[in-house]
């Protein structure tokens, strides 16, 4: 059997070569040209051909032996909006962002890094195995929808996989651990975007407008009710609005107020759409109650719920078992964080698991999308070799 921990390992200063570029270059949602480059200029070197998906992301061909079937491994690109700290949880971090105002909070730094020496390492042995392996490099991961062109030139080019793979970074699970299960994974996100539209004044005088900010208030309460009125408590719901915008001034009403935020589910018929048709009435009533014009923006888009393959969650869990170190293989933890992923299974079936980074001797540990994020470089070979056997397992090469 192929020792793929040892191949990782001995790609592993290719990887965090990479993680580190990368992690020092980051690049904003939709915003990755520099990033892409670099991925193409690996895959230049290596010899893989490749598309460039406009607004997309990349696609890279591994063909092995002819004939067989298609797995696809996925790892997303992009950044956040987020100023790094010098130090991580411990201390000086081995490298910082040298862009102001941009991080790699997220771990796609590390996603990046290992999937491109995932696919080093299996182009290195493809006349190993028969069939094909599709390596998708995803840009806007972070709530930008980028994956719809991906998915768009998937089917417009006829370009199909019959299984795919991909994994998160995961700070609660110790480094070098896996996990996964079938069934859920992460939640769905329900967008939440309502422009207010009132008639704005005098703040001494506010009888003589009609107030967004009292509309606003009051939609907000009902929004938070939705939860305990509407939604079985069997279900998983979270509600958070964490954007408003509106107002110039303590004693001006203004005309209009935004609100911003997510709702996270699992179950498209008890949560999503009895949420979303609540969230309508009350936009509807509260909006003439207060002689305010409602726009609801957020009725479409967001992330559908991830919900793993059984089979080919099993498939992943037998394949941690033959590559990873014992002990490694755990269940993986259920979160209501979203993640683009499930999109892709709607060309063909996949699994997603969590890859632990945490690790106090260097400081890794804190929460995604906060400052003081980091993870273990050494958990990479994990995640590499949870790619790579992955891959092999299913083409049936392990």
Do not use: W
């Amino acid at each position: 059997m192929i020792d793929v921990m040892s191949l990782a390992s001995q790609q592993f200063d290719y990887a965090v070569q990479a993680r580190r570029y990368v992690h020092t270059h980051p690049e904003l949602s939709g915003k990755e040209e520099n990033t892409v480059r670099f991925i193409c200029e690996k895959l230049d070197a290596e010899g893989i051909p490749y598309v460039n998906v406009p607004n997309g992301g990349v696609i890279a061909t591994i063909q092995g032996k002819e004939g067989g079937k298609t797995v696809m491994l996925r790892g997303d690109i992009d950044a956040l909006p987020i100023e790094e700290t010098d130090n991580n949880l411990k201390g000086p971090r081995v490298c910082k962002s040298e862009n102001p105002g941009v991080m790699h909070a997220c771990g796609h730094d590390a996603h990046t890094a290992m999937l491109l020496t995932a696919g080093k390492i299996l182009n290195q042995l493809k006349e190993q195995f028969t069939g094909t392996v599709l390596l998708n490099f995803e840009r806007g991961e972070e709530g930008g929808g980028n994956y719809a062109y991906l998915i768009d030139y998937y089917k417009k080019s006829g370009l199909k996989f019959d299984s795919c793979f991909g994994m998160h970074v995961e700070q609660k699970m110790d480094s070098g651990t896996f996990g996964i299960n079938p069934g859920p994974a992460n939640a769905g996100a329900m967008r939440i975007n309502l422009l207010i539209k009132g008639r704005g004044g005098h703040g001494s005088r506010p009888d003589l407008s009609h107030n967004p900010m009292d509309c606003m208030l009051n939609v907000l309460n009902q929004i938070q009710g939705i939860r305990m009125n509407t939604i079985s408590p069997f279900e998983q719901l979270t509600v958070t609005i964490c954007k408003i915008v509106g107002g110039t001034a303590a004693n001006i009403i203004p005309d209009e107020v935004e609100v911003f935020g997510t709702a996270r589910y699992f179950s498209e018929e008890k949560v999503r759409k009895p949420f979303m048709a609540q969230l309508q009435r009350i936009c509807d009533t509260a909006g003439a109650a207060y002689d305010c014009e409602i726009i609801n923006r957020g009725a479409t888009g967001g992330a559908m719920p991830l919900i793993n393959d059984e089979a080919c969650a099993l498939l992943a869990r037998d394949t941690a078992a033959k590559v990873l170190p014992a002990g490694s293989l755990c269940d993986m933890q259920v979160t209501m964080g979203s993640e683009s992923f499930g999109n892709y299974f709607e060309i063909g079936p996949g699994c997603y698991g969590n890859l632990g980074v945490r690790n106090p001797q260097v400081g890794s540990g804190a929460e995604i999308h906060n400052c003081y994020f980091d993870i273990d470089e050494e958990a990479m070979k994990t995640g590499i070799s949870m790619h790579v056997g992955y891959a092999l397992n299913f083409l049936k090469a392990l």
